[in-house]
């Protein structure tokens, strides 16, 4: 077993005000969860950096003669998504169009007979993906 401290959710600041909270939660949803950054605190960009770090020495890891066969991550929703996101190469309007998956959800990736990686199952959109800069 490894901690893996870059592997936490979100920092959204030290809230002490609940309007300010219920506020910046409205701020976030119609700004988008991945750009928005929170008073005192990150953006979705900040956390999917840090997992891309995490990836980097995770890739590294495979090659040690003692890596075992299978990894297991425990982490939130968002850093979940974000995960996927940064492994899968999903654009920004994908990660958006994504729902957390539930408490205690799992995602599983599985290699396939071509070497690729798949999710056993797919994160549940709450809306179809639009691309960003699009005016209509």
């Keep these: 077993m490894r901690e893996e401290p870059r592997l936490r959710e979100q920092d959204w600041g030290n809230w002490q005000d609940r309007e300010d909270v219920r506020l910046q939660k409205a701020y976030r949803d119609a700004y988008g ?3 928005y950054r929170f008073a005192q605190g990150e953006s979705g960009a900040d956390v999917y950096d840090r997992v891309g770090a995490f990836l980097e020495s995770l890739y590294r890891s495979f090659e040690a003669p003692d890596h075992p066969p299978n990894v297991l991550l425990v982490t939130h929703g968002l850093t979940m998504r974000l995960f996927c996101m940064r492994w899968f190469h999903w654009t920004v309007a994908d990660f958006e169009s994504l729902s957390n998956p539930g ?3 799992t995602r599983v990736l599985q290699l396939g007979e071509d070497g690729r990686y798949r999710l ?4 549940e959109r709450w ?3 639009e691309p960003y800069g699009r005016t209509g």
């Design 33 to 35: 969860h991945f750009f």
């Design 103 to 105: 408490n205690a959800e």
């Design 120 to 123: 056993d199952r797919p994160f």
């Design 127 to 129: 809306r179809t993906p």
